[in-house]
């Protein structure tokens, strides 16, 4: 039997991940210390390999079957646009991609006016301004702490995750619209899905068993 290997997301999904996981029977001990810099772990008995990375690249680790199988948030799948299948909503990680900003900037939403919108996600955004609302923008890619971009005035709106809502309400902004629901998702290679379908078939089945039954949440 060849090893089936997953491609997981370092940082928030990364904890719930390995827990859903080992609920299935997936298990993979080693990942969980913290202090280890090693890159890829080996679960020899059942022929499973993991490995963690940054979000945007567990898509490209996907679509190339360097990975079969990657665990990632929505928003990092819209935006990477890769040739994967989704196949499983994993039902944590759950939060929203809004446009978000002062309440002032409401108007210029409302009047489609050219404005400035900074965000991590320019594909999104794009796709959102362009092809749902017909409103031409000026898009800004950042890489992090967006909610800085209106209080400063490099933007008139942000394009960005809301999960609490707290980082908007600390420094006086508001959602202004959605754009839609996110939460962590299993994508799958193509051609992995084909060569390996029953094993993979397999876990996509008892993991769903284990999501209704409501115990992941
Ligand atoms: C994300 C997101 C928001 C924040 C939302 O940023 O970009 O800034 O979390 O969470 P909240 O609604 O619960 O306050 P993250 O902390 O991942 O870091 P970043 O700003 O560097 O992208």
Same mark, same amino acid.
């Given at each position: 039997?060849?090893?089936?290997?997953?491609?997981?997301? $370092?940082?928030?999904?990364?904890?719930?991940?390995?827990?859903?996981?080992?609920?299935?029977?997936?298990?993979?001990?080693?990942?969980?210390? $913290?202090?280890?810099?090693?890159?890829?772990?080996?679960?020899?008995?059942? $022929?499973?390999?993991?490995?963690?990375?940054?979000?945007?690249?567990?898509?490209?680790?996907?679509?190339?079957? #360097?990975?079969?199988?990657?665990?990632?948030? $929505?928003?990092?799948?819209? +935006?990477?646009?890769?040739?994967?299948?989704?196949?499983?909503?994993?039902?944590?990680?759950?939060?929203?991609?809004?446009?978000?900003?002062?309440?002032?900037?409401?108007?210029?939403?409302?009047?489609?006016?050219?404005?400035?919108?900074?965000?991590?996600?320019?594909?999104?955004?794009?796709?959102?301004?362009?092809?749902?609302?017909?409103?031409?923008? +000026?898009?800004?890619?950042?890489?992090?702490?967006?909610?800085?971009?209106? @209080?400063?005035?490099?933007?008139?709106? @942000?394009?960005?995750?809301?999960?609490?809502?707290?980082?908007?309400?600390?420094?006086?902004?508001?959602?202004? +619209?959605?754009?839609?629901?996110?939460? #962590?998702?299993?994508?799958?290679?193509?051609?992995?899905?084909?060569?390996?379908?029953?094993?993979?078939?397999?876990? @996509?089945?008892?993991?769903?068993?284990?999501?209704?039954?409501?115990?992941?949440?």
């Amino acid at each position: 039997m060849r090893y089936l290997t997953f491609a997981l997301t $370092k940082g928030r999904l990364a904890e719930k991940t390995l827990s859903l996981l080992e609920r299935v029977g997936v298990t993979c001990e080693e990942m969980r210390d $913290k202090d280890s810099r090693r890159l890829i772990f080996v679960n020899e008995e059942q $022929k499973l390999r993991f490995f963690l990375a940054k979000g945007p690249d567990v898509p490209t680790y996907v679509e190339y079957g #360097a990975a079969d199988i990657g665990i990632v948030g $929505k928003d990092t799948i819209m +935006e990477e646009n890769r040739k994967i299948f989704e196949v499983l909503d994993l039902g944590f990680g759950k939060c929203r991609m809004c446009v978000c900003g002062p309440e002032s900037a409401r108007q210029y939403l409302r009047h489609n006016q050219l404005i400035r919108v900074a965000t991590k996600y320019p594909n999104i955004a794009k796709d959102y301004f362009y092809n749902r609302k017909n409103q031409t923008v +000026e898009l800004i890619k950042l890489n992090g702490s967006i909610e800085l971009a209106p @209080i400063v005035g490099l933007s008139e709106v @942000i394009v960005d995750i809301v999960e609490t809502g707290s980082t908007l309400r600390e420094n006086g902004l508001s959602v202004l +619209e959605e754009v839609c629901p996110l939460s #962590a998702r299993m994508v799958v290679n193509p051609v992995s899905m084909r060569m390996d379908n029953e094993r993979i078939t397999g876990l @996509i089945n008892a993991l769903r068993g284990c999501l209704t039954d409501g115990a992941a949440n």
